[in-house]
């Protein structure tokens, strides 16, 4: 997939890159049964305080229900439709199975129409075919990696994304991240053979902030800009700066140089951190 420029009639379209969605089928409508109304919350809560900024309602979309855990075994599926999905990167694939259920996946890249895709611990290494992590070969591009057995896909499900397994010890697979993090996962958990499709969405430019607002994000303002009691950035005469040893948050915490990861996190399947030497 490319990105397209645009003829600068407007300061809109100047600086905005988009993408050629020249994969999608043509004329497929939203399969009515996999779809569900998205009742978009704005960043509040059960209360309806705001606990999340900068968030708002954005345009009206309906969910696709995507099937991750990927567990209809050594059942073939006709891919009918690759089709646009509004709530997240990649594309998704719509699959006829021959015992006549639908389900939609992820597409990932090559995948085409009428392609026949299945899972198990039998199935083909081929592009879009899901299998255990035990019956794939290392080296092999996997994405919508299980982290738990039976719980569906939790990793490489960003578009243009994937994993690949490093080695094998024991009842664990060695897979490296896009970060460079090496983790320990259960070779009893399945992956998707394959990269999510749209691997160039990293290079769109939106072009103005209308599309970034119908897109569900509001303005942020800088902290600098407001009173010092709004934000510990805020006061001084005329512009300033930070004028602390570290930035903060509005709330008065630290949030550059710290860490951040929840101290309940488990940190044993963790071989190599992201940025490490090895």
Known sequence: MATRTFTPTSSGRRQKIALVRDNLTKGAKREKSLTVPYLSRAGRNNLGRVTVRHQGSGEKQMYRIIDFKRRKLDIPARVASIEYDPHRGPDIALLFYVDGEKRYIIAPIGLKVNDMVMSGPTSEIKVGNALPLASIPLGVPIHNVEIQPGRGGQLARSAGTSLTVSA????????????????????????????????????????????????????????????????????????????????????????????TRRRNKTNVFIVARRGSTQ
């Open 168 to 259: 094998k010890e024991d009842k664990y697979a060695l897979v490296k991240l896009p970060s460079g993090e090496i983790r320990k996962i259960l070779l009893t958990c399945y992956a998707t053979i394959g990269v999510a499709s749209n691997e160039d969405l990293k290079n769109v430019v939106l072009g103005k902030a209308g599309l970034h607002r119908r897109q569900g994000v509001r303005p942020a303002v800088r902290g600098v800009a407001m009173n010092p009691r709004d934000h510990p950035h805020g006061g001084g005469e005329g512009r300033s700066s930070v004028g602390l040893k570290a930035p903060k948050t509005p709330w008065g915490k630290r949030f550059r140089g710290i860490k």
